[in-house]
């Protein structure tokens, strides 16, 4: 028997969006809910005329649900074994399973895959699920027995790092730990370069692997070329360069820590390598103009996290790409990027339009980027294609 969720019952004519299947509801569309509603717990949306509408975790905020159904049914270890399985299997029609080239994916992608705050990378045999909502907090348990229910996967760890994540939600304390096993061989490989991961201290779930495929694409500029990777955090896109027999590689990152990460992962490839790495600000290393480079690599962080900010990223976007066009030797080839959710292709291609208007550089866009197939994008929200990149010729 199905249990009783509490209810959400939505304005007249706020429907539109959940029978499109977004899979947020924001609270301006809210009419009334009920007083059983606590932060994190599972709730059905009614329409004003109460038929139902989807099932989600409540959340309070803006977005006052995320959508987990929109078929009525138990948000219990059925559901998660079959989301789980169902993110498995997309992976396996990508060959990312069993792979002996590459054996870094990511396995869910929040909204993407049907789960909404859930993110889970897996590194060789070890899951690492990082949740952004108190909802798939409260849901650990069942996402980590779904993982080990896929025999195929053989993972020997599931380390959950979602503290940092969940700061927001003050009543719950989380601390990063292995929810099973312990910590296993933290060598990767990726389109067979190894990368040593530290997914207890690195960033994110301690390897960008949205960036997989763009990687792969940026060997065929490299061959040959003086490369500059600037926000290069554990060196991956300079390793493909020195992997396509760059001339030089420079890489650029304010932390230290990153680069001996990064040193660590060219000293498992590389006998030799004609590599520098720079602990420094990337802004100052551009505008210092010691060196031009043939190929450039702006990856930065995000500059806008929330719509607020949107202004000033657009100036701190704007002036980054205006110095790399202004440094980048005749013909030079440029990948620049945005992972920023709030600035969408548009205005980033109108952005970089900008810095390259101020440059006063001939500039043609010879590829348009985004994030690798394991980040799939939900048709019904295109927010979360939250990665836009252009590959540029510079004249």
Known sequence: MQNSYPKIILKKGKERSLQNFHPWLFSGAVLSQDKALTEGCVAEIYSSDNNYLATSHFHHG????????????????????QKILKA???RKNLQLINSKETTVFRLVNAEGDGLPGLIIDIYNNTAVIQIHTAGMFESREKIKNALLNISEMK?????DKSSNSMEKHTEIVSQNSYLFGEKKNNVVIENGIKFSVDWEEGQKTGFF?????????????????KVLNAFAYSGGFSLYSLHA?????????SSKKAMEWANQNIELNFKSASHEYFALDTFDFLKRGEENYDVIILDPPAFAKHLSAIDKATIGYRNLNYEAIKRINKNGILFTFSCSQAIDKNLFRKIVFMAAAQAKRDVKILHQLTQAP??????????????????????
């Open 62 to 81: 803006s977005i006052v649900a995320r959508i987990l159904s929109f078929e009525k049914r138990e948000i219990d270890q059925d559901f998660f074994n």
């Open 88 to 90: 498995f299997e997309l």
């Open 155 to 159: 993972l020997e760890a599931v380390y």
């Open 209 to 225: 692997i949205d960036q997989r495929e763009n990687r792969n694409l940026l060997m065929q500029y490299s061959k040959n070329k």
């Open 245 to 253: 027999k760059a001339a030089l590689v420079h890489s650029v990152d």
């Open 374 to 395: 394991d980040h799939p994008i939900s048709i019904y929200h295109p927010e979360g294609e939250y990665l836009k990149g252009l590959v540029l010729y510079v004249e």
